[in-house]
Structures are given as structure tokens and as C-alpha cells.
């Protein structure tokens, strides 16, 4: 696949919070080709749950593009931002992001309620959402109750496996493992790359934890792609 073809591709990538006196990220070029697995880490306010938002469209920069599936966020408005979102990109929120008032089933079908794309990919939604509870080892009597009664580890895989439904091309994960011991943190790494395989999408990973790395095929490290050398103090 060449670089025109790539999944994910960044272009001169400048970007700075509102007030701040300098860029937060400056970024020449980085690409993601499609069924990649990629490790990405650096220290603790170095910019990588920025970066993350705006690989996927959530943050738009004030300079340079971004491209998802050759389509530039850019180009998109922001209801349009958001549909191509909701098909193409499964997001693991470092706070889990799962809605209090559903069930543990029904959060993990929300993409396939957003996206007609993700619903097809789904095949049987329900049955493709049990599957992916079960592989995350999270037994039947936990799916029909609120997320809230679930450990804080177990919420870390049912956001995991909403990530995962529809088969989308790219998986964002922002320090998925930072709530699970290191057991549980081997086989939920095992299950998401595994997961991600079995269904073609690439996965931008996020962690401190650099043992996991050798288990990607790639890994890359934000403070040398990012020229603008932020404060340790800058947004995350």
C-alpha cells in the first residue's frame, strides 16, 4: 500500500489551544495503513489524548491536514465530521464515556444505532455485541445491568467491545489497560488485537505501559514525532 493509500495520514499538523502561547502539537507527517497496529507513548501532558481527538475529527487543526480513508476531516462539516465518526472510528474514551441509563448490551449497540455502516458490518447486531462481551470475559449476568455496578475494569471492556461492534476501519484507544492488573491486562490486550484482526481495522494505542509495546506492529513516540516540544504542564 503506498502512501496515498494510507488508512490514517497527517500533513504538516499544527495545532494550539485557544490562549496558549505556543503549538501544542507540530506534526510534518505521520501515516497508519489499514489492519496496523500501532503503539504510541510518551510522558504525561505531552499531547497524545489531543493528538487522538484530532485523528479522529474531534479537534480540527489550525493548520495542515488530516485524512481518514483518503477523505480530509477538513472538508467535512461538523454533522458530517460526525457521521463519518460514528462509521469508520471505534473509540476507547480513557474515562469509558458509557451512559449511565443503558444497560451494558446497549451501550455496546450505540455505534450500531449511530451508523446504518457499523450496523450492516454488525450482521446481527445483538448477537455481534454478546460475542464481544463474552470474548472480553464479562459474564451474561452483568449485560442487563447498568454499567455504573460494574468494577471500573470491567466498564474498561464493555467500552472496548462498543468500540470494536461494526467492524470499523480504525480503533482509538486511550490508555485501555490503565484500570486492570497486569493479568487481565495481558488478555485484554490479546482480545482487542485479536478482535481488531478478526475484523481488519488498524488500532492507534495509547499507553505508559511500555511492556506492551513489542506486541504492535509499530510503535511510535509522540515527544519525537511532535516538533513543538510542548510544556509538561500542556494539555494531555
Not at 72 to 93: E, I, K, N, T
Request: aromatic letters at 6%; proline letters at 6%; one cysteine or more.
Amino acid at each position: 500500500m503506498t502512501t496515498a493509500d494510507a488508512l490514517l495520514q497527517c500533513r504538516g499538523l499544527r495545532f494550539r489551544w485557544p490562549g496558549a502561547t505556543q503549538d501544542t502539537l507540530a506534526i510534518d507527517e505521520f501515516q497508519l495503513q489499514a489492519g496496523r497496529t500501532l503503539f504510541l507513548h510518551g510522558p504525561s501532558g505531552c499531547g497524545k489524548s489531543t493528538l487522538l481527538s484530532i485523528l479522529a475529527g474531534v479537534l480540527q487543526p489550525q493548520a495542515g491536514q488530516v485524512t481518514l480513508l483518503g477523505q480530509p476531516w477538513s472538508a467535512l462539516s461538523a454533522g458530517r465530521r460526525d457521521q463519518r465518526r460514528a462509521d469508520h472510528v471505534g473509540y476507547v474514551f480513557q474515562q469509558f464515556n458509557l451512559l449511565p441509563y443503558l444497560s451494558v448490551l446497549d451501550n455496546v449497540l450505540l455505534p450500531c444505532r449511530f451508523s446504518s455502516a457499523r450496523r450492516r458490518a454488525a450482521g446481527d447486531a445483538p448477537a455481534a455485541a454478546r460475542a464481544l462481551l463474552q470474548r472480553m470475559a464479562l459474564p451474561e449476568p452483568l449485560w442487563h445491568r447498568e454499567p455504573t455496578a460494574l468494577s471500573v475494569g470491567q466498564q474498561q471492556r464493555v467500552a472496548a467491545a462498543r468500540a470494536l461492534i461494526g467492524r470499523p476501519a480504525l480503533v482509538i484507544a486511550d490508555e485501555p489497560t490503565s484500570a486492570l492488573d497486569e493479568d487481565l491486562r495481558e488478555r485484554f490486550v490479546d482480545v482487542l488485537l485479536q478482535a481488531c484482526a478478526d475484523a481488519g481495522s488498524a488500532i492507534v494505542f495509547v499507553s505508559h505501559d511500555q511492556r506492551l509495546a513489542a506486541r504492535f506492529d509499530e510503535r511510535a513516540s509522540l515527544p519525537a514525532l511532535n516538533r513543538a516540544a510542548p510544556p509538561m504542564e500542556a494539555r494531555a
